[in-house]
Protein backbone atom coordinates (compact mmCIF):
# COMPACT_ATOMS: atom_id res chain seq x y z
CA UNK A 1 0.00 0.00 0.00
CA UNK A 2 2.53 2.37 1.48
CA UNK A 3 4.81 1.62 -1.83
CA UNK A 4 1.75 2.06 -4.56
CA UNK A 5 1.28 5.57 -2.62
CA UNK A 6 4.57 6.47 -3.25
CA UNK A 7 5.02 5.66 -7.06
CA UNK A 8 1.45 7.22 -7.90
CA UNK A 9 2.82 10.19 -5.84
CA UNK A 10 6.12 10.74 -7.46
CA UNK A 11 4.25 10.36 -10.80
CA UNK A 12 1.78 13.11 -10.26
CA UNK A 13 5.11 15.25 -8.99
CA UNK A 14 7.14 14.57 -12.45
CA UNK A 15 3.73 15.49 -14.34
CA UNK A 16 3.41 18.70 -11.85
CA UNK A 17 6.91 19.56 -12.68
CA UNK A 18 6.62 19.15 -16.69
CA UNK A 19 3.75 21.24 -16.86
CA UNK A 20 4.52 23.97 -15.04
CA UNK A 21 8.29 23.79 -16.57
CA UNK A 22 6.09 24.17 -20.06
CA UNK A 23 4.24 27.01 -18.30
CA UNK A 24 7.07 28.88 -17.17
CA UNK A 25 8.48 28.80 -20.60
CA UNK A 26 5.85 30.68 -22.28
CA UNK A 27 5.49 33.16 -19.01
CA UNK A 28 9.03 34.15 -19.94
CA UNK A 29 8.10 34.49 -23.09
CA UNK A 30 5.38 37.12 -22.05
CA UNK A 31 7.72 38.64 -19.77
CA UNK A 32 10.52 39.36 -21.90
CA UNK A 33 8.33 41.48 -23.89
CA UNK A 34 8.02 44.31 -21.04
CA UNK A 35 11.14 43.68 -19.14
CA UNK A 36 11.81 47.23 -19.43
CA UNK A 37 8.71 48.69 -18.52
CA UNK A 38 9.03 45.83 -15.31
CA UNK A 39 12.73 45.86 -14.44
CA UNK A 40 14.30 49.45 -15.89
CA UNK A 41 16.77 50.31 -18.43
CA UNK A 42 18.54 46.97 -18.41
CA UNK A 43 15.69 44.43 -18.63
CA UNK A 44 16.69 42.38 -15.92
CA UNK A 45 14.80 41.47 -12.58
CA UNK A 46 16.76 41.27 -9.09
CA UNK A 47 19.48 38.56 -9.40
CA UNK A 48 17.21 36.52 -7.01
CA UNK A 49 14.14 36.74 -8.89
CA UNK A 50 15.68 34.48 -11.56
CA UNK A 51 15.16 31.77 -9.73
CA UNK A 52 11.53 32.67 -9.05
CA UNK A 53 10.69 30.18 -12.09
CA UNK A 54 12.74 27.13 -10.28
CA UNK A 55 11.01 27.89 -7.53
CA UNK A 56 7.61 27.51 -8.76
CA UNK A 57 8.35 24.45 -10.91
CA UNK A 58 9.76 23.06 -7.40
CA UNK A 59 7.00 24.26 -5.36
CA UNK A 60 3.67 22.83 -7.47
CA UNK A 61 6.10 20.12 -8.11
CA UNK A 62 6.53 19.45 -4.01
CA UNK A 63 3.00 20.46 -3.39
CA UNK A 64 2.10 17.62 -5.75
CA UNK A 65 3.53 14.97 -4.11
CA UNK A 66 2.71 15.91 -0.43
CA UNK A 67 -1.53 15.94 -1.74
CA UNK A 68 -1.55 13.24 -3.55
CA UNK A 69 0.38 10.96 -0.76
CA UNK A 70 -1.63 12.39 1.55
CA UNK A 71 -5.08 11.32 -0.37
CA UNK A 72 -3.85 8.03 -1.32
CA UNK A 73 -2.11 6.67 1.78
CA UNK A 74 -3.69 4.98 4.43
CA UNK A 75 -2.21 4.87 7.81
CA UNK A 76 -3.68 1.54 9.17
CA UNK A 77 -2.19 -0.17 6.28
CA UNK A 78 1.19 -2.18 6.60
CA UNK A 79 3.34 -2.42 3.96
CA UNK A 80 5.01 -5.67 3.09
CA UNK A 81 4.43 -9.32 4.93
CA UNK A 82 4.21 -9.91 8.11
CA UNK A 83 6.75 -11.98 10.24
CA UNK A 84 5.00 -15.68 11.17
CA UNK A 85 6.72 -14.80 15.01
CA UNK A 86 5.73 -11.83 16.07
CA UNK A 87 7.52 -10.33 18.64
CA UNK A 88 4.82 -7.37 19.49
CA UNK A 89 1.20 -7.74 20.72
CA UNK A 90 -1.34 -5.15 21.07
CA UNK A 91 -4.40 -6.04 23.33
CA UNK A 92 -7.43 -4.31 24.03
CA UNK A 93 -9.68 -5.05 26.97
CA UNK A 94 -13.16 -3.46 25.78
CA UNK A 95 -16.41 -2.40 27.54
CA UNK A 96 -19.23 -3.36 25.10
CA UNK A 97 -21.97 -2.46 27.92
CA UNK A 98 -25.21 -0.31 26.26
CA UNK A 99 -23.78 2.78 28.28
CA UNK A 100 -20.64 2.37 25.52
CA UNK A 101 -22.98 3.66 23.09
CA UNK A 102 -23.96 6.93 24.57
CA UNK A 103 -22.98 10.01 22.44
CA UNK A 104 -21.57 12.11 24.85
CA UNK A 105 -17.81 11.59 23.99
CA UNK A 106 -15.49 13.51 21.75
CA UNK A 107 -14.42 17.65 21.52
CA UNK A 108 -16.44 19.91 20.32
CA UNK A 109 -20.69 20.13 20.48
CA UNK A 110 -21.14 17.10 18.17
CA UNK A 111 -20.63 14.55 20.79
CA UNK A 112 -20.23 10.89 19.62
CA UNK A 113 -20.53 7.55 21.32
CA UNK A 114 -18.55 6.79 23.76
CA UNK A 115 -17.29 3.60 22.00
CA UNK A 116 -16.45 5.61 18.34
CA UNK A 117 -14.77 7.73 20.23
CA UNK A 118 -12.52 5.18 21.99
CA UNK A 119 -11.44 3.90 18.66
CA UNK A 120 -10.45 7.29 17.26
CA UNK A 121 -8.34 7.63 20.24
CA UNK A 122 -7.18 4.11 20.39
CA UNK A 123 -5.92 4.53 16.78
CA UNK A 124 -3.16 7.01 17.96
CA UNK A 125 -1.99 3.33 19.14
CA UNK A 126 -2.71 1.90 15.68
CA UNK A 127 -0.84 4.13 13.48
CA UNK A 128 2.07 3.70 15.24
CA UNK A 129 2.14 -0.10 14.68
CA UNK A 130 4.70 -2.26 12.35
CA UNK A 131 2.21 -5.26 11.07
CA UNK A 132 5.39 -7.27 10.15
CA UNK A 133 5.58 -8.42 13.73
CA UNK A 134 3.09 -6.78 15.72
CA UNK A 135 -0.27 -8.70 16.28
CA UNK A 136 -3.27 -7.32 17.43
CA UNK A 137 -6.02 -8.97 20.06
CA UNK A 138 -9.22 -7.95 21.73
CA UNK A 139 -11.44 -8.82 24.12
CA UNK A 140 -15.04 -7.71 24.38
CA UNK A 141 -16.67 -7.59 28.09
CA UNK A 142 -20.10 -6.66 29.58
CA UNK A 143 -22.30 -9.59 31.50
CA UNK A 144 -18.89 -11.64 30.87
CA UNK A 145 -16.01 -11.96 28.76
CA UNK A 146 -15.67 -12.74 24.85
CA UNK A 147 -12.51 -12.62 22.76
CA UNK A 148 -13.41 -11.04 19.51
CA UNK A 149 -9.72 -11.20 17.87
CA UNK A 150 -6.76 -12.78 18.83
CA UNK A 151 -3.43 -12.87 17.18
CA UNK A 152 -4.59 -11.07 13.65
CA UNK A 153 -2.22 -8.68 11.81
CA UNK A 154 -4.72 -6.91 9.91
CA UNK A 155 -5.45 -3.63 11.91
CA UNK A 156 -8.73 -2.75 9.91
CA UNK A 157 -10.70 -5.54 11.95
CA UNK A 158 -9.71 -3.93 15.04
CA UNK A 159 -10.69 -0.43 13.60
CA UNK A 160 -14.02 -1.81 12.37
CA UNK A 161 -14.73 -3.73 15.80
CA UNK A 162 -14.66 0.10 17.46
CA UNK A 163 -16.92 1.88 14.90
CA UNK A 164 -19.89 2.04 16.90
CA UNK A 165 -21.18 -1.80 16.20
CA UNK A 166 -23.89 -2.78 18.64
CA UNK A 167 -21.91 -5.53 19.86
CA UNK A 168 -23.67 -5.79 23.81
CA UNK A 169 -26.30 -7.53 21.82
CA UNK A 170 -23.85 -10.64 21.83
CA UNK A 171 -24.43 -10.89 25.51
CA UNK A 172 -27.12 -11.48 28.13
CA UNK A 173 -28.62 -8.49 29.66
CA UNK A 174 -27.37 -7.54 32.87
CA UNK A 175 -24.47 -6.00 34.95
CA UNK A 176 -21.23 -5.06 33.13
CA UNK A 177 -18.23 -7.31 34.68
CA UNK A 178 -15.24 -5.64 33.86
CA UNK A 179 -13.18 -8.60 36.21
CA UNK A 180 -14.20 -11.04 33.46
CA UNK A 181 -12.60 -8.91 30.66
CA UNK A 182 -9.08 -8.34 32.71
CA UNK A 183 -9.10 -11.91 33.39
CA UNK A 184 -9.65 -12.97 29.93
CA UNK A 185 -7.25 -11.04 28.10
CA UNK A 186 -4.59 -12.11 31.00
CA UNK A 187 -5.11 -15.13 30.08
CA UNK A 188 -4.72 -15.01 26.48
CA UNK A 189 -1.67 -12.85 27.56
CA UNK A 190 -0.13 -15.74 29.15
CA UNK A 191 1.98 -17.39 26.61
CA UNK A 192 3.18 -14.76 25.06
CA UNK A 193 7.24 -13.37 25.36
CA UNK A 194 8.15 -11.42 28.18
CA UNK A 195 7.25 -7.95 27.81
CA UNK A 196 6.29 -8.03 24.83
CA UNK A 197 2.42 -6.81 25.26
CA UNK A 198 0.46 -3.50 25.35
CA UNK A 199 -2.47 -3.86 27.25
CA UNK A 200 -5.23 -1.16 26.61
CA UNK A 201 -8.72 -0.89 28.85
CA UNK A 202 -11.64 1.57 27.36
CA UNK A 203 -14.48 1.57 29.15
CA UNK A 204 -16.57 4.34 30.83
CA UNK A 205 -16.23 3.11 34.36
CA UNK A 206 -19.96 2.84 34.75
CA UNK A 207 -19.31 -0.40 36.86
CA UNK A 208 -22.07 -2.03 39.64
CA UNK A 209 -18.91 -4.03 41.68
CA UNK A 210 -15.42 -3.07 41.78
CA UNK A 211 -12.41 -4.61 40.13
CA UNK A 212 -9.84 -6.70 41.86
CA UNK A 213 -7.21 -7.78 38.85
CA UNK A 214 -5.02 -10.70 39.56
CA UNK A 215 -1.38 -10.99 38.82
CA UNK A 216 -0.21 -9.29 35.75
CA UNK A 217 0.94 -11.40 33.57
CA UNK A 218 4.78 -11.09 32.85
CA UNK A 219 3.92 -10.52 28.82
CA UNK A 220 2.49 -7.21 29.87
CA UNK A 221 4.80 -4.39 29.69
CA UNK A 222 2.70 -1.51 29.44
CA UNK A 223 -0.80 -0.84 30.30
CA UNK A 224 -3.00 2.13 29.46
CA UNK A 225 -6.27 2.49 30.77
CA UNK A 226 -8.88 4.87 28.71
CA UNK A 227 -11.64 6.49 29.98
CA UNK A 228 -14.62 7.85 27.63
CA UNK A 229 -17.62 9.50 28.62
CA UNK A 230 -18.51 13.01 30.07
CA UNK A 231 -17.01 12.96 33.52
CA UNK A 232 -19.42 15.74 34.81
CA UNK A 233 -22.87 15.61 33.55
CA UNK A 234 -24.64 11.71 33.63
CA UNK A 235 -27.00 10.73 30.30
CA UNK A 236 -29.66 8.05 31.32
CA UNK A 237 -29.34 4.47 29.86
CA UNK A 238 -31.17 1.34 31.19
CA UNK A 239 -32.45 3.13 33.93
CA UNK A 240 -29.79 5.06 35.83
CA UNK A 241 -27.52 7.89 35.03
CA UNK A 242 -24.30 6.81 33.77
CA UNK A 243 -20.67 8.77 32.94
CA UNK A 244 -17.38 8.42 33.26
CA UNK A 245 -16.13 7.08 36.64
CA UNK A 246 -12.93 8.38 36.20
CA UNK A 247 -12.29 7.28 40.28
CA UNK A 248 -12.82 3.97 39.56
CA UNK A 249 -11.05 3.93 36.04
CA UNK A 250 -7.46 5.42 37.58
CA UNK A 251 -7.58 3.17 40.64
CA UNK A 252 -7.54 0.16 38.37
CA UNK A 253 -4.47 1.74 36.02
CA UNK A 254 -3.09 1.71 39.81
CA UNK A 255 -3.65 -1.88 40.42
CA UNK A 256 -2.59 -2.74 36.88
CA UNK A 257 0.75 -0.36 37.24
CA UNK A 258 -0.11 1.59 34.33
CA UNK A 259 -1.43 5.22 33.31
CA UNK A 260 -4.95 6.35 33.01
CA UNK A 261 -6.24 8.85 30.03
CA UNK A 262 -9.31 11.05 30.32
CA UNK A 263 -9.93 10.06 26.28
CA UNK A 264 -13.25 11.76 25.94
CA UNK A 265 -11.96 14.82 24.38
CA UNK A 266 -8.37 14.40 24.14
CA UNK A 267 -6.12 11.97 22.71
CA UNK A 268 -3.22 10.11 24.06
CA UNK A 269 -0.47 12.78 24.79
CA UNK A 270 2.86 11.65 22.11
CA UNK A 271 5.26 11.35 24.55
CA UNK A 272 3.02 8.92 26.80
CA UNK A 273 2.41 7.13 23.19
CA UNK A 274 6.66 7.44 22.95
CA UNK A 275 6.85 5.14 26.38
CA UNK A 276 5.55 2.20 25.09
CA UNK A 277 7.58 -0.82 24.72
CA UNK A 278 6.25 -1.92 21.46
CA UNK A 279 6.58 1.05 19.63
CA UNK A 280 9.40 0.60 18.14
CA UNK A 281 11.76 3.38 17.67
CA UNK A 282 12.06 2.62 13.93
CA UNK A 283 8.61 3.13 13.49
CA UNK A 284 7.65 6.02 15.99
CA UNK A 285 10.53 8.18 15.07
CA UNK A 286 11.06 7.25 11.17
CA UNK A 287 10.27 9.58 8.31
CA UNK A 288 7.42 7.57 7.19
CA UNK A 289 5.35 8.40 4.19
CA UNK A 290 2.88 10.63 5.30
CA UNK A 291 5.81 12.87 7.06
CA UNK A 292 7.25 13.62 4.01
CA UNK A 293 3.95 13.82 2.15
CA UNK A 294 3.39 16.72 5.04
CA UNK A 295 6.61 18.33 4.60
CA UNK A 296 6.70 18.26 0.70
CA UNK A 297 3.03 19.90 0.63
CA UNK A 298 4.04 22.44 3.16
CA UNK A 299 7.01 23.18 1.97
CA UNK A 300 5.63 23.50 -2.24
CA UNK A 301 2.83 25.64 -0.91
CA UNK A 302 4.84 27.82 1.13
CA UNK A 303 7.06 28.39 -1.91
CA UNK A 304 3.84 29.17 -4.27
CA UNK A 305 2.41 31.43 -1.76
CA UNK A 306 5.25 33.38 -1.11
CA UNK A 307 6.75 34.14 -4.75
CA UNK A 308 4.43 36.03 -5.57
CA UNK A 309 4.27 38.95 -3.28
CA UNK A 310 8.53 38.72 -2.81
CA UNK A 311 8.10 39.72 -6.68
CA UNK A 312 5.87 42.48 -5.92
CA UNK A 313 8.22 44.23 -3.41
CA UNK A 314 11.69 43.30 -4.12
CA UNK A 315 11.72 41.58 -8.14
CA UNK A 316 12.82 45.02 -9.49
CA UNK A 317 16.63 46.07 -9.01
CA UNK A 318 17.24 48.82 -6.34
CA UNK A 319 18.23 50.71 -7.93
CA UNK A 320 15.03 51.31 -10.46
CA UNK A 321 12.89 50.78 -7.44
CA UNK A 322 14.63 53.68 -5.83
CA UNK A 323 14.73 55.87 -9.04
CA UNK A 324 11.14 55.19 -9.59
CA UNK A 325 10.32 56.04 -5.46
CA UNK A 326 12.49 59.01 -6.63
CA UNK A 327 10.52 60.06 -9.50
CA UNK A 328 7.37 59.41 -7.71
CA UNK A 329 8.26 62.00 -5.05
CA UNK A 330 9.68 64.70 -7.01
CA UNK A 331 6.07 64.72 -8.94
CA UNK A 332 4.29 64.24 -5.39
CA UNK A 333 5.70 67.75 -4.82
CA UNK A 334 5.49 69.16 -7.70
CA UNK A 335 1.76 68.71 -7.52
CA UNK A 336 1.53 70.24 -4.07
CA UNK A 337 3.64 72.82 -5.68
CA UNK A 338 1.13 73.56 -8.05
CA UNK A 339 -2.12 73.48 -5.99
CA UNK A 340 -0.49 75.66 -3.28
Given amino acids: MVTHALGISLLAALAALVLAAVAEHFHAKRVA?????????????????????VARIAGL?????????????????????PNPRASRQLLVVLDVS????????????DKIMRGVWAGQVLQGILDRLDMKDTRVSMVAFYTTAIPML?????????ANLMDGLPLY????????????????????????????????VISDGDLSKPVNP???????????????GDPNRATTVSGHASRQDAWTLKSLAGKLDGYYHDGNSKHLPREILEKLTMIAPRV??????????????????????????????????????????DQDAQASSTEEGRLA
Fill in 214 to 228: PARPASIADTIVIGV
Fill in 150 to 158: QDSTDKNVL
Fill in 284 to 325: SDALGLREAALIALGVGCALLGLIGPMLAMFGAPRAYLRAVA
Fill in 98 to 109: PSMNLSDAGPGN
Fill in 61 to 81: ALAAFGATALVLYDPIEGDGE
Fill in 33 to 53: RIARLAFGPAGKPAPWARAAP
Fill in 169 to 200: TAFKPGETDMQAGIVAAFDMAKGWARKSTTLV
